[in-house]
């Protein structure tokens, strides 16, 4: 079985400050991480995967993501916030067999002027 | 290409009604997923079927739930009788293949109120 778990489900930076997102996961297997974008109203959008290859994840509009599987943690960052940046951001881990993705309870990220 | 389209957008039903929501994939795409998601909580798996056969379902609360996808295309999700806690987005997705690494492509959901 496998879970996630995103510590903090709101976080607050200034326009142009570093952003940094939390993830721990679990996994009876080694896992396939995923981090989903989503906007008000909207589905959600892949921002970047790790599937067992470069441990540090670039993905689209700047963020990226390590692996770490000493401490089972696959956080997000982007080192210059942009007021787009405003939404919801979902971790996700997928360890089983046909692809059964687990996602987190999501982090709100607000971007102050 | 087109992304999964879903209808309706918006939904608002008396509890103990019948509600159905459809879903139609990106075309080409072997395997389509239902999820809901509750406010304030990520999408939980619903069901997954790979071309017109359940892949998974072992959440899907199958005595009000049902779902199917005719000719391995396009999905309706049905709930009958409907509850207050069935509230929530009913998000559609596909992908291309069921491999761990195949990301999926999402729909912007269907929002179903229940009072």
């Known amino acids: ?113 | 290409e087109a992304g999964v389209a879903q209808s309706p957008r918006y939904k608002i039903i008396e509890k103990r009604q019948s509600v159905a929501f459809w879903c139609n994939p990106i075309s080409g795409h072997a395997t389509l997923y239902w999820y809901q998601q509750i406010l304030g909580q990520g999408p939980k798996l619903l069901i997954q079927f790979q071309n017109n056969g359940v892949v998974d379902d072992s959440q899907l609360p199958k005595d009000r739930f049902s779902a199917e996808r005719l000719k391995g295309v396009d999905s309706t999700l049905k709930i009958q009788p409907a509850k207050l806690e069935d509230s929530a987005v009913y998000l559609c997705a596909s992908s291309p293949r069921a491999g761990r690494d195949s990301p999926l492509h999402f729909g912007n959901g269907t929002r179903l109120t229940v009072t």
């Open chain 1, 1 to 113: 079985a496998q879970s996630v778990t995103q510590l903090g489900s709101h976080v607050s930076v200034s326009e142009g400050a570093l952003v940094l997102l939390r993830c721990n996961y679990s996994s009876s297997v080694p896992p396939y991480l995923f981090w989903y974008v989503q906007y008000p109203n909207q589905g959600l959008q892949l921002l970047l995967k790790y599937t067992s290859a470069a441990t540090l994840v670039k993905g689209i509009n700047g963020f990226e993501a390590e692996f770490k599987k000493s401490e089972t943690s696959f956080h997000l960052t982007k080192p210059s916030a942009h007021m787009s940046d405003a939404a919801e951001y979902f971790c996700a881990v997928s360890g089983g067999g046909a692809q059964k993705l687990v996602f987190g309870q999501g982090t709100r990220l607000t971007i102050n002027p």
